[in-house]
């Protein structure tokens, strides 16, 4: 596809369950970054991936939650028992360079922990 | 602590005129500076960005002015049209990772919520 592309638009899970996030970057985009989104808030970064390797994850909140890219193009978050608090919009974007220069985003899945 | 500050939670501006957003960050590292546009159930759209060597950049109707020394830039939007209508994130990168930034990791406000009446 033309853009990011992120699967499922909306998630609704039961606390403690384990979810997985997929983003779909645009073709070519080496560099791919998650963001989560609260309401109310801008969107912060969780983890930077250049290729196949985490660049750097000093984003992500704990380590319930964890993002892959083994092929240097689709990448999952995933997130184990999940709690209320994960409730956020979890944003992907990729880039072409990785050095200043615009992320593309995709349309955010909506996670809902209940 | 808010190194990319958005004060203005919403603006109301009557189509036709010019709409001015603002935005405030205290990372002195920070020298790349965006603005993003958000509509309701859709991801952030890049909208125009500034290079910290310069004070001005331009496309169409959307003008950035960048003053370093007051760490402050502005969106201005002329004429403003309804469809104008979202909320708008500034954001910032640069620096490095020991300082806070980092110079492909973005830093967002909270956002304004702009509104174009017709």
């Known amino acids: 596809g033309a853009g990011v592309s992120q699967t499922p638009s909306n998630k609704v899970t039961e606390k403690g369950k384990y979810v997985e996030l997929r983003c779909d970057p645009i073709?070519?985009?080496?560099?791919l970054y998650w963001y989560r989104q609260s309401l109310g808030q801008g969107p912060e970064f969780l983890i930077y991936?250049?290729?196949?390797?985490?660049?750097?994850d000093s984003g992500l909140p704990n380590d319930r939650f964890f993002a892959v890219r083994p092929e240097g193009s689709v990448s999952t978050l995933k997130i184990q028992r999940t709690e209320r608090g994960d409730s956020a919009v979890y944003l992907c974007?990729?880039?072409?360079?990785?050095?200043?220069?615009?992320?593309?985003f995709g349309q955010g899945t909506r996670l809902t922990v209940v | 602590d808010q190194q990319v500050k958005q004060n203005s939670p919403s603006l109301s501006v009557q189509e036709g005129r010019i709409s001015i957003l603002n935005c405030d960050y205290t990372?002195?590292?920070?020298?790349?500076f965006l603005w993003y546009k958000k509509y309701p159930a859709e991801g952030p759209t890049f909208l125009i960005s500034?290079?910290?060597?310069?004070d001005k950049n331009e496309d169409g109707r959307f003008t950035v002015f960048l003053n370093k020394s007051a760490k402050h830039l502005s969106l201005h939007i002329v004429p403003s049209q309804p469809g104008d209508s979202a909320v708008y994130f500034c954001?910032?990168?640069?620096?490095?990772?020991?300082?806070?930034?980092?110079?492909?990791?973005?830093?967002f406000g909270k956002g304004t919520l702009l509104t174009v009446n017709p």
């Open positions: 073709s070519g985009h080496t560099a």
């Open positions: 990372n002195s590292m920070f020298d790349y």
């Open positions: 954001a910032a990168s640069g620096g490095f990772t020991n300082s806070g930034g980092s110079n492909y990791k973005l830093t």
């Open positions: 974007a990729s880039s072409l360079l990785q050095v200043n220069t615009e992320a593309f």
């Open positions: 991936f250049q290729g196949t390797g985490a660049a750097d």
């Open positions: 500034i290079s910290s060597i310069k």
